[in-house]
């Protein structure tokens, strides 16, 4: 669940606050803070000042609210603003809850989602000033980060979004496109630029803006005490040979005989990416077509581990087993489309 901070500075303010709170708790983990003087059972207490204190929280929430004056939210992320790729949701609201202002991280943080929703939420107007949202085109940032989709490029995804102040931009993908489309856009894949959805790094266009489905789960089996360079060098030179983009890997998955192997773990911490262990059994229940093994069997109960784990945790086989550097790597593929609802 994501989480927000909520702050207020006054008791009108504190009021407008925990109604918004209420409202965003189905889904955030709101958390309210105010001066000492306003601070309660409800708010924690402000020390250091306003905007040391905002400080304090960067990193550990993924959205800021305060119901106040524009000016001391300004001041109080100014010092913390970094890249529209990481800086977390900002918006304010006036005490009154007349207007709800996506300040900062319109796109991609999700700002100008969450000032939406408190005004639907609260009875305020929502102020977005973003270009493709007041001009009613398609944002292709913003987009991507409501599905979890990587953009490849944020020069070329600023490059898309002028262009697409002025015409329809092309986009094609490696599955099927749902229509209609947005404002913003058409189907093809031809033209001096466009955007191309894909797991595999198709670049048809002359300036292409690439977005990434995270749609590809590995299947892993390795010897005992393999280290984690291991793994990295297998799974790298299988998605060079078979042209698939490792941002696309949305998880890892093995024998439950291997949830404690140090090296496999490892590679997961380093790439940020869950693990799933199965047992035996359940592998073995797996349907499907699987190169079997007697060695492997013999070990671990299954003929195949890495096929099997990617089939269980994540789709349809697209990398049959590849054995290099003591590891088998198998890769499977979720079923996904390219949707704009």
């Known amino acids: ?24 708790r189905a889904e955030w983990d709101c958390c309210l803070f105010a001066p000492e003087k306003h601070a309660g059972d409800e708010a924690k207490p402000v020390s250091g000042g306003i905007t040391a204190f905002t400080g304090t929280l ?10 106040g004056a524009c000016g001391i939210a300004v001041r109080a992320i100014a010092p913390y603003v970094k890249s529209k790729t990481t800086d977390p949701a900002v918006i304010c609201v006036d005490e009154l809850g007349k207007f709800s202002v996506a300040l ?10 969450l000032a939406n929703a408190v005004a639907a939420g609260i009875g305020a ?22 599905r ?9 995804a600023k490059d898309i979004a002028a262009a697409i102040l002025e015409r329809d931009i092309p986009i094609c993908a490696d599955a099927a496109i749902v229509k209609p489309l947005p404002p913003g856009l058409c189907e093809g894949r031809e033209g001096p630029a466009g955007i191309s959805v894909s797991v595999r ?30 793994i990295e060098a297998a799974v790298e030179e299988v998605f060079r040979k078979n042209g ?35 047992t035996a059994e359940a592998l073995m229940a797996v349907p499907g077509d699987f190169s079997p093994s ?7 109960g299954v003929d195949n581990v890495c096929e099997r784990s990617a089939a269980e945790s994540g789709g349809k086989i697209i990398v049959k087993k590849a054995a290099c550097h003591g590891v088998t790597v198998a890769v499977a593929e979720t079923e996904w489309e390219v949707s704009f609802e």
């Open 244 to 278: 698939l983009d490792r941002r696309a890997i949305k998880a890892v998955a093995s024998i439950d005989l291997k949830a404690d192997e140090p090296g496999l773990l490892e590679f997961c911490e380093k790439h940020g990416l869950p693990a799933a262990f199965h």
């Open 1 to 24: 669940m994501k989480r927000a901070a909520i702050f207020f500075f006054s008791r009108q303010g504190g009021e407008t606050a925990r109604c918004i709170a209420d409202f965003l």
């Open 125 to 146: 107007i929502p102020v977005i000033t973003t270009a493709t949202d007041v001009n009613g085109r398609f944002a292709v940032d913003a987009w991507a980060a409501e």
């Open 201 to 230: 790094g198709e670049e048809p266009f002359a300036h292409t803006l690439l977005v990434i489905p995270r749609v590809l789960t590995l299947g892993i089996g390795c010897r005992r005490g393999i280290t984690c360079e291991a």
């Open 104 to 113: 900062l991280s319109g796109h991609i943080g999700g700002g100008n989602r």
């Open 294 to 300: 007697e060695f492997v069997q013999k070990v671990t």
């Open 148 to 156: 979890g989709f990587i953009i490849g490029n944020m020069k070329a």
């Open 58 to 67: 960067i990193g550990e929430v993924d959205a800021f609210v305060y119901v």
